[in-house]
């Protein structure tokens, strides 16, 4: 009798922790779902350490799920930190999400810019370390650019990307605490000295260019685009052919269309 009874204790306790071990301690997919959150949720790239404060997750334990993660194109890696990748943003249309309510304001100026300049037209807003082209108006023999696959560029060496990094000094300290960057061309400015220099001219003259920085044989120029709170929110870009691109002219209409769709946004 008394064995039995140690039996049914002995039981007993092996069965209760497990059970609340199993409740304690989610499954892999419930570990990658709460990065997956964490990841959609952030406006910039989180770390590691980040994403293990908000999620509760051990370091080693969230590593090896980004590790997955990134290897399904569900989050990438940028620089130490962490943004949704390519198949998550195209599952979740992230991109567009970034500027709800902007494209009926925006698009008409789009539009002109486009037939005032017959060049590609971009919109870009900031994604991380990184510039995001969020509309893209172009013809038929539109110049072609290393962007044109993903939507999205580094921000050093477009001329979006200056315009983006110039009037927002968050995401400049951000950008220029790398110290270096990395060359696409021969012309792409490398050196935190130099891009620094670039982006006080963008800021004296109200205009950014990139002249054959991010790809061979293509010229760009953006202006900043601002919101009612006077924060920049985004840039207006033309790319055209570097040996035949008026930048001066281009820079002109850039700039006017830009200052345009801010005042249309203190007016919606």
Known sequence: ?????????????????????????????????????????????????????????????????????????????????????????????????????????????????????????????????????????????????RSDCSDRAPLHCTATGKALLAYDPRLRREVLARGSFERMTRRTITTLAGLERELAQVRRHGVAYSQEEFTEGVACVAAPVFGPCGRIRMAVGVAAPAHAAPLAKLGISVRGAAQAISAAFLGA
């Open 1 to 145: 009798m008394p064995t039995e009874t140690a039996g049914q204790a002995l039981q007993v306790t092996d069965v209760r922790p497990a059970a609340d071990q199993g409740r304690s301690q989610p499954g892999s997919l419930e570990r990658g779902i709460d990065l997956l959150l964490a990841l959609t949720a952030a406006s910039r790239p989180v770390t590691l350490s980040q994403l293990c404060r908000s999620t509760g997750l051990p370091k080693s334990t969230a590593h090896r799920i980004l590790g997955v993660l990134c290897s399904r194109e569900l989050a990438r890696r940028v620089g130490n930190a962490y943004l949704p990748g390519e198949l998550l943003e195209s599952m979740a249309g992230i991109t567009r999400a970034r500027v709800p309510g902007t494209r009926t304001v925006v698009l008409p100026y789009l539009l002109y810019l486009y037939e005032t300049t017959r060049q590609t037209v971009n919109l870009a807003v900031p994604w991380g370390l990184e510039a995001r082209y969020v509309e893209r108006l172009y013809g038929h023999d539109r110049v072609r650019s």
